[in-house]
């Protein structure tokens, strides 16, 4: 039996990195209006693009690090790099979220890859990137996983989300970590 | 009410460890530890050097803090601990700090001490599910602290926090009322 033609896995198709503009809205709703998606995300649903362009202007343009995850241009997820408040100018959380048709196709794992690499470059002083995934996510924290992150962690009742409070497992990867 | 427990002092005499509220003319007592040379390498602000900088910083600081008390040893306050909120979006936790003088470590005091701040704080600090508190690595003195109280030792975050200058890695301790 020949395991390459058997258990072969479809391509991860080529993914981009840009940032957003105000005519991604509508790409933008195809994950962020997806209750699939925004399960473990603190906000509920987007039902209005009205809300949604609001969102890109006021939270996306602005922030220091949010990039649209493309397939030839189209934006079918987001991923951002927050870094710590404070002084601890160092450390960076990463969040990451993508449209549900798009999942189970290494697509996530691609983004943190690029991503990290993109972050450690452009972002002055950072040493520590870091990301939760909720215990009952097992399926991000595998993306974490494959994209070299490492498991630090279970921080239990760490964060609220949608009026309950949620173990979360810590993850992080170092400036130190071969990518 | 106060809170209160007991110590013993090095003769085997009975000490009682209270928890009360700072006030100004508490800024003899605050300087003692703040300007110890023992206890300034473990905390992230630098040792203070004069009382004048030590008013200021209990008139800026200390006494408008949500939740933070003075450890009194027989009434007279020998360390400071605090709980705070540092998120607003996650009110179901808040981090622990204390400090004491270097001339009281070693005697269970700070144990004591943070075992009547986990008889309150969950009653005081409506919503809070988690207390943690983050230690440096090489403090091994205060991860002992925590661990007599009752803290589950959660993991290692890496190069977590600057501390003096240097990126540091830091054990993560919580108390979970409901789990521990």
Redesign the interface.
């Known amino acids: 039996m020949n395991h390459d033609e058997k258990h072969q896995k479809p391509k991860t198709p080529t993914i981009t990195l840009r940032k957003f503009t105000l005519s991604d809205v509508d790409a933008f709703m195809s994950w962020a209006a997806d209750p699939r998606v925004t399960r473990f995300q ?1 906000r509920d649903p987007y039902s209005d693009p009205a809300d949604a362009l609001a969102y890109i202007t006021t939270h996306i343009l602005p922030h220091p690090w949010y990039r649209a995850i493309c397939i030839d241009n189209t934006p079918v997820g987001s991923i951002s790099v927050k870094p710590a408040p404070g ?2 100018r ?2 960076a959380s990463i969040g990451y979220r993508l449209a549900y048709d798009y999942w189970g196709k290494g697509i996530a794992t691609e983004a943190l890859k690029l991503t990290i690499k993109a972050a450690f470059e452009e972002l002055d002083h950072l ?2 990137l ?1 990301a939760i995934a909720d215990v009952d996510n097992p399926a991000s924290q595998r993306v974490l996983e494959k994209a070299g992150f490492k498991e ?9 989300l949608k009026g309950e ?1 949620r173990d979360m497992v ?1 993850f ?1 990867f ?2 130190s970590d071969a990518v | 009410m106060d809170e209160q427990t007991t110590v013993l002092n090095r003769s085997r005499q009975p000490l009682t460890v209270t928890l009360r509220e700072f006030e100004l003319t508490d800024v003899d007592d605050y300087f003692v530890w703040a300007s110890d040379d023992r206890v300034s390498p473990w905390w992230r602000w630098d040792i203070f050097t004069n009382k004048e900088d030590v008013l200021t910083f209990m008139e800026e600081t200390v006494l408008p803090h949500p939740w933070m008390r003075a450890i009194c040893l027989d009434g007279r306050p020998v360390g400071a601990i605090s709980v705070t909120r540092r998120t607003a979006e996650h009110q179901c936790r808040a981090e622990l700090g204390y400090v004491i003088a270097s001339q009281y470590w070693g005697r269970g005091i700070t144990t004591e001490a943070v075992k009547l701040v986990l008889g309150t704080i969950f009653g005081d600090m409506e919503g809070l599910e988690r207390l943690e508190a983050l230690v440096l690595v090489q403090n091994v003195g205060s991860q002992k602290v925590l661990e007599k109280a009752g803290f589950t030792k959660e993991g290692i975050l890496k190069k977590y926090l600057i501390h003096k200058g240097k990126i540091s890695d830091m054990v993560m301790y919580s108390f979970i009322p409901s789990e521990n």
């Open positions: 603190r002084e601890d160092h450390r040493e520590r870091e630090e962690g279970i921080l239990r009742k760490y964060v609220r409070t810590m992080s170092l400036v």
